[in-house]
């Protein structure tokens, strides 16, 4: 983790997680401490997440918290690993607490993920016995997918990622289809190619892209955010919000807007349009122009220890032979929208992608989930 984030002498690190990861967290300050870095270790836990959801008041809770202001602004690189033992508690938050604490970090998500100044980030998945029980999954099938998808060497996806970007040179559109119910079109000319390979090298610091995710292993792109139509099933994703899981998707967008109202879901569609207007409402009153539910971002995965999605989108979107697309913001990345939403819904195994170049040629990158 400490090699993906490039790490420098001299840089301040933050390093934070729940307190089930806390050996993990002090070897990774450990190795920061090697690198001759500056570490500090912040944790939280599960007992005192119930706790403060219960007893503390949504109007205390939407309180910016100052002092991780300042140790935002003062660091040079956040390493985070997961907060929960058992993603399956934060389903009983109240959502209005959900709402006023993400309300109390955008202030946080300005200073990190800003789009001149961010700082260098890394979030990382890490497998537990209870939350493989929360995505009704055997134990060794989630840490095959975390670490056995973390183990990939950076060397090969880029490799990978490479290969695939070739099919972009001058593309326009992009045009993604299966059999399940998606099938739709969106416009890429211009916009920055992105090949996330678990490491930010000074070039990806430099151009913007100072965040990576562990498992790595897609690529992605930010389309145009007003043009583009189509469809999407997802089979399976969580509520940004409650954690809640929400099952068969199929997704409706016309020039890059999300039509909340055609949305449907087998299981959970209430939490899903809950999330979106209650995010949408922040956004009302932060930015110009509200994107919240407009396109965000193209992506592609192809990390090969990655096969089934189980509702974990960290590990979803890198899943082999499918693409998602996400609504929210992409500012990051090469895109021109902000939010407080980041949704990526992951399309099932197996898609079609075809590129259509500025000269109207078209090129086959995938059929059916394998590259051409």
């Known amino acids: 983790?400490?090699?993906?984030?490039?790490?420098?002498?001299?840089?301040?690190?933050?390093?934070?997680?729940?307190?089930?990861?806390?050996?993990?967290?002090?070897?990774?300050?450990?190795?920061?401490?090697?690198?001759?870095?500056?570490?500090?270790?912040?944790?939280?836990?599960?007992?005192?997440?119930?706790?403060?959801?219960?007893?503390?008041?949504?109007?205390?809770?939407?309180?910016?918290?100052?002092?991780?202001?300042?140790?935002?602004?003062?660091?040079?690189?956040i390493i985070g690993v997961e907060d929960l033992d058992d993603p399956r508690i934060a389903e009983k938050f109240p959502r209005e607490k959900l709402m006023a604490r993400q309300k109390a970090s955008l202030p946080l998500y300005d200073i990190i993920y800003h789009k001149t100044d961010g700082k260098k980030w890394l979030y990382a998945g890490w497998p537990t016995k209870a939350a493989a029980k929360s995505f009704g999954i055997p134990y060794p099938l989630l840490e095959e997918i975390i670490i056995g998808g973390i183990s990939v060497p950076s060397k090969q996806l880029m490799k990978t990622g490479k290969r695939m970007a070739r099919a972009f040179k001058d593309a326009e559109w992009a045009h993604v289809w299966d059999g399940n119910g998606t099938d739709f079109r969106v416009n890429v000319q211009g916009r920055r190619l992105n090949i996330d390979d678990g490491f930010t090298s000074d070039y990806d610091f430099d151009v913007g892209d100072r965040g990576a995710n562990l498992p790595a292993g897609e690529l992605f792109i930010a389309p145009k955010e007003t043009i583009g139509d189509g469809t999407l099933f997802c089979p399976v994703t969580r509520d940004r919000m409650s954690e809640k899981l929400v099952t068969d998707v199929h997704l409706e967008f016309k020039d890059g807007k999300l039509l909340l109202d055609k949305v449907t879901a087998k299981k959970n569609l209430d939490a899903l349009v809950s999330s979106f207007k209650e995010c949408e409402a922040l956004d009302k009153k932060q930015y110009k122009p509200v994107r919240t539910r407009h396109l965000a971002e193209l992506g592609i995965g192809y990390n090969p220890r990655i096969k089934k999605a189980i509702g974990y989108i960290l590990t979803d979107e890198k899943v082999t032979g499918t693409v998602?697309?996400?609504?929210?913001?992409?500012?990051?990345?090469?895109?021109?929208?902000?939010?407080?939403?980041?949704?990526?819904?992951?399309?099932?195994?197996?898609?079609?992608?075809?590129?259509?170049?500025?000269?109207?040629?078209?090129?086959?990158?995938?059929?059916?989930?394998?590259?051409?």
């Open 1 to 77: 983790m400490v090699e993906s984030c490039n790490v420098k002498k001299g840089e301040g690190v933050v390093v934070k997680g729940g307190a089930h990861t806390q050996q993990l967290l002090e070897d990774i300050a450990l190795e920061c401490y090697k690198k001759g870095a500056t570490p500090t270790i912040v944790i939280t836990s599960d007992r005192f997440s119930k706790r403060v959801y219960d007893q503390i008041p949504a109007k205390t809770l939407e309180t910016v918290p100052k002092q991780y202001v300042g140790l935002a602004k003062a660091a040079d690189l």
């Open 324 to 372: 998602h697309v996400a609504f929210g913001s992409n500012n990051t990345y090469g895109g021109e929208s902000d939010s407080t939403m980041h949704w990526d819904f992951v399309s099932a195994p197996g898609v079609n992608i075809e590129v259509e170049r500025l000269d109207g040629k078209k090129v086959r990158l995938m059929t059916k989930g394998k590259l051409v």
